[in-house]
């Protein structure tokens, strides 16, 4: 009963997504982001993905949302007024309908549904035997090695980037 | 919709096909675009790209399931980490702004309007 599973996990990533975006309080919107990631969490665990899901925790929901945390209590960032009380309405009305247009497109693009793609050698019967974490690590010393490295040097540059634009002038 | 996306609503007893999983994604995606319009609040404005990127990461691995291809996973991988490097000089920038402007609503942030 995958449904089971599949349906509350969904509704809980869309409420709280929903919550991110329409609470007042950036410190409820991070907490209510956290959420989101756990519901996606359980969903990768759900499509046979476990490393994916851990990964996901640990980063999203433990390294990316405690930064956030930090800005935002280091920033004492005050409220907002909400949008629908803002100057530039013809603004915002164009912004939604711009939205509105593209979630007519993704409608369109996943109810036509063309060509599936080719299947790989991956069966989850074959990942089950072998390991899911066993396989990723396997492809990312083998054929993914070169993107692996370059992700590593992007990651200094990020560390020694952010060092140089929060410091103190 | 056909193929392996085979109707939601014919599939309710068993397996979750990949379409339900795809208009989750989409659905998200779109919260995540709204967010970025109507907020003014560069930080929520940056969780609501953090939303967009973990729709496409579903995406990512629902394809990676029913297609039995371990390519989406791995991308997946990729994407985090260059959201967290993203993540860090993103919110680097933020704090700049903010000794400058005392302020992150995006817009008072305006020295590049003509």
């Known amino acids: 009963m995958e449904w089971l599973l599949f349906v509350p996990l969904a509704a809980l990533a869309l409420g709280t997504a929903a919550f991110v975006i329409l609470l007042r309080n950036p410190i409820y919107c991070a907490l209510a982001l956290v959420g989101t990631f756990f519901a996606l969490s359980g969903l990768y665990l759900l ?123 | 919709m056909r193929g392996a996306g085979c109707g939601v609503r014919g599939a309710m007893t068993g397996t979750v096909p990949l379409s339900a999983y795809l208009i989750l994604s989409a659905a998200l995606f779109a919260i995540g675009v709204i967010g970025v319009v109507i907020r003014r609040n560069a930080l929520i404005i940056f969780m609501a790209i953090e939303l967009m990127l973990n729709a496409v990461n579903l995406t990512f691995v629902a394809f990676s399931k029913f297609l039995g291809s371990m390519d989406g996973q791995i991308i997946v991988f990729f994407v985090m980490a260059v959201a967290a490097a993203e993540v860090a000089l993103g919110l680097a920038i933020i704090i700049a702004l903010y000794r400058n402007k005392e302020s992150v609503n995006v817009d008072d942030i305006n020295l590049l309007k003509g």
Do not use: K
């Open chain 1, 47 to 169: 499509l046979q993905a476990e490393f994916v899901a851990v990964v996901q925790v640990i980063i999203y929901a433990g390294a990316i949302m405690v930064l956030f945390l930090f800005v935002i209590m280091l920033l004492d960032v005050g409220h907002e007024p909400p949008p629908w009380l803002r100057r530039d309405r013809p603004r915002l009305l164009l912004g939604l309908g711009l939205v509105a247009l593209l979630v007519l497109e993704l409608a369109v693009a996943i109810g036509s549904w063309i060509a599936p793609g080719i299947r790989g050698p991956y069966t989850s019967d074959y990942v089950n035997a072998v390991g899911n974490t066993q396989l990723i690590g396997r492809l990312l010393f083998t054929e993914f090695l070169i993107p692996f490295e370059i992700t590593s040097i992007i990651l200094l540059i990020a560390i020694v980037g952010a060092m140089v634009l929060a410091r103190r002038q």
